[in-house]
Structures are given as structure tokens and as C-alpha cells.
Nanobody, 124 residues
Framework: VQLQASGGGLVQAGGSLRLSCAVS????????MGWFRQAPGKEREFVVA????????AYTDSVKGRFTISRENAKNTIYLQMNSLKPEDTAAYYCAADSRRSVAVYSAQSYGYWGQGTLVTVSS
């Protein structure tokens, strides 16, 4: 399984970006998939996940109401729509995948496959 994340960039506070994570090697409806982020000097943080069944987990509190995860099975791609961006959203964003179904999808340790990360920078 290979993951290719894209869509990051520089945006002003209040702006929007849509991240994409294209998956090859396995259909995404057979995978749990998550978005994580890591700000400079901080630990990797769970953002949201979508399970193989299509159910979506809770979002981390700091992005609730602003970020939306979705998937497009025909393109084998998941997305993270990020609106009302804030400077504190600045981070490298990673998509992750795993085929095990009964795992704690909030934990980075539950994912065996990772994309390369895409950098999001929000200026104030």
C-alpha cells in the first residue's frame, strides 16, 4: 500500500485548503484511514479518521466544525477539507492507512502505512 498526500501550501488565516491522499495497492473501503499532523517541536497529533466501513470518528477538538474528512472510492482517495484556517493549524499533515479493522484508529501505532506528509502553513 502506498499513500501520496498533496494539497498543502501557504494560506492566510481564515482561508481554506483541501488535502488529498491518493492510495494505491488496496481499495480504501478495505482500509482504516486517518489524518494526523505534526507541528514544529510537537508530537504527532490525531486529527480524524474514516474507517473501512465509512464511519467517521470524532475530530480532534481544535478542528471541530472547520475540518471535514471524506473519501472517494472511485478515485481511491481521501480528502481533508480545511476551512477557517488558523496559524495554530500550521503543521505537516500526514495520511495513514491500515487494513486491520479492530484497532484504535485514534492512535498512530494503529497504522502501518504512511504518506510522506504535506506542509500546511497558515499566516496571521
Amino acid at each position: 500500500v502506498q499513500l501520496q498526500a498533496s494539497g498543502g501550501g501557504l494560506v492566510q488565516a481564515g482561508g481554506s485548503l483541501r488535502l488529498s491522499c491518493a492510495v494505491s495497492g488496496r481499495p480504501i473501503n478495505n482500509l482504516n484511514m486517518g489524518w494526523f499532523r505534526q507541528a514544529p517541536g510537537k508530537e504527532r497529533e490525531f486529527v480524524v479518521a474514516i474507517r473501512w466501513s465509512g464511519s467517521i470518528t470524532a475530530y480532534t477538538d481544535s478542528v471541530k466544525g472547520r475540518f471535514t474528512i471524506s473519501r472517494e472510492n472511485a478515485k481511491n482517495t481521501i480528502y481533508l477539507q480545511m476551512n477557517s484556517l488558523k496559524p495554530e493549524d500550521t503543521a505537516a499533515y500526514y495520511c495513514a492507512a491500515d487494513s486491520r479493522r479492530s484497532v484504535a484508529v485514534y492512535s498512530a501505532q494503529s497504522y502501518g502505512y504512511w504518506g510522506q506528509g504535506t506542509l500546511v502553513t497558515v499566516s496571521s
